[in-house]
């Protein structure tokens, strides 16, 4: 350990002195910065009060460099304290367990490595799509900004090929796609494209989207779609949705086919921060034709379990989730979401606003039905013009002594006019409340709450370990007949978490929709963070 301090202190303490770089060797910014981070990088350059390290380097604990650090190309691993800024073009920064940081973090191409257990005086900036690189100059170094074109043709995911999904309507899908950026053309517009193949249906979904960009944070795009969509994306991520369903026939999401196309304006923020403070927005506009179906669950395979059976048996198959008022509608959407993250905290909010104008509705509402009756009496309705909005908020804070609080809040609401099924949402089920049956709710209205509370037993805060929690659960929907309730539930247990992700072992106890039943259960769930993007607003670009 002696010999390790005495290597670091030779390298980068002693050599300090103000002004000009510990190293005696001139670094300079070539050409003008495009960027704020490039901007304060020059000032930090200018003031020539740093000490300069060029190669790998290890701080260790209880070792202390008296003022600002400029490391080039190398990386460097702290777990002492430095008294200054610290500033890394090209390189990588890691923060160990008690490190100290008296000013800021700017790291410009390369890699940040933070642990919740560092301090960090200042602010901290990212900025790892930034690409400078750092060549010998004249009595030093200079700093030059190599632009990487993006390419011309990309494939999606890996290879073009998306993570399977697998739902009661489709059974297996495959998804693939591709983007292609026509440089040549005004604006350079993209074309986005991509297929689903779907077996069980012997079908082909698709989806094609060209984007216009008319400046650095303006999007013009036109598209057109054909696919299962649904309005429970929120509740729990597809490729856990698609596991869930496979093992155990546990399908949280109501659907319906849904084929559309229209033309859509994005303004975004500028160019988003990875980590730090300034927030990050967006504003979607939208609008264009939808022609929706109906569905039917398929006979796909259940590892352990099976679907349950349908809600009216005088209508066998019946699956009142999967059902939409049939026909053409006009839509115009808009929609703002904004993000701030911090290195203890996150916050997040969305807002959307749907109007719906009728086109072409045929419609036929069900009234009632027993096991006794062999006919459903049905009741035509055409009339569907409507207004919905959707308001979303998520926060997360991880306080002084390590603990973690979560919640989240989603509600939507129909304004005026009567919505169409295939806007209804469901609730209920291990994502939302665990003592309900899945899909349990189902309603034009909804609202649902949750609050959590974790203590890290084992592990960093920050990245992963073991987690006890409590959290407590509330929601309800409005019934397709216009009556409403509510239910919650309080659920406590253990989680084995990996960044966002959670495997939960736990018991939950409340309200349920059967009078007899107990309303206390056993679960196992792997949770995500919540999204805060408002109902079908297209997905960042």
Known sequence: MADRRLAVLLAVGLALTFPGPASGQQVRLSGEPRTAAQEALRGFLDAERFALWVRDTVLAR?????????????????????????????????????????????????????????????????????LLRVRPASGGFEIFSELEPEPAFELDGTYGFHLPTYNRVDGL??????????????????????????????????????????????????????????????????????????????????????????????????????????????????????????????????????????????????????????????????????VSQGRDRRTAFGVGVEVGLEDDINSLE??????????????????????????????????????????????????????????????????????MPVRGLRGPRLFYAEAAYAIPLLGDAALGGVDAFVRGSAGGVDSQRGGSDGHATVQGGLALRLWDVRLEFGVAAGSTAQPEDPGVIGFMDVRTRRS???????PPR
């Open 173 to 338: 899908a495959f998804p693939v796609g591709a983007l292609a950026r026509l440089y040549r053309a005004s604006n350079g517009p993209e074309v986005a494209a991509g297929l689903t193949w779907i077996p069980a249906r012997d079908d082909v979904d698709f989806r094609l989207q060209t984007s216009w960009h008319l400046g650095e944070r303006l999007r013009l795009g036109l598209y057109a779609t054909s696919a299962v969509a649904g309005n429970e994306e929120w509740i729990r991520p597809t490729w856990y949705n698609s596991l869930a369903h496979f093992v155990a026939g546990d399908d949280a999401r109501g659907y319906y086919d849904s084929r559309e196309f229209g033309l859509e304006v994005e303004w975004r923020s500028p160019e988003p921060p990875v980590w730090e403070d300034a927030p990050r927005w967006r504003v979607v506009v939208a609008g264009g034709r939808e022609e929706a179906e109906s569905l039917r669950p398929r006979e796909v395979t259940i590892l352990f379990g099976e679907e349950p059976p349908p809600v009216f048996p005088s209508a066998p198959g019946y699956d009142p989730h999967l059902q939409a008022d049939e026909g053409t509608l006009l839509f115009g959407r808009a929609g703002f979401e904004w």
């Open 366 to 435: 069900l009234l009632g039905a027993s096991a006794e009756r062999s006919v459903v009496p049905f009741r035509r309705s055409n009339s569907y013009d409507f207004l919905l909005v959707e308001g979303r908020v998520s926060t997360r804070r991880v306080t002084p002594w390590g603990h973690v609080v979560d919640g989240f809040a989603i509600g939507r609401l129909d304004v005026t006019g009567r919505l169409p099924r295939q806007r209804y949402s469901t609730i209920g089920g291990i994502g939302t409340l665990p003592t």
């Open 62 to 130: 209880g070792d202390t460099v008296p003022g600002p650090v400029l490391l080039l190309e190398g990386t460097a691993r702290i777990a002492g304290r430095i008294a200054g800024d610290v500033y890394v073009v090209d390189g990588d920064l890691f923060l160990r367990s008690g490190a100290s940081v008296g000013g800021d973090i700017l790291v410009i191409g390369g890699g940040f490595y933070d642990s919740g257990l560092a301090e960090v005086a200042g602010a901290i900036t990212y900025r790892p799509n930034e």
């Open 532 to 538: 805060t993007r408002p109902t079908r607003m297209p």
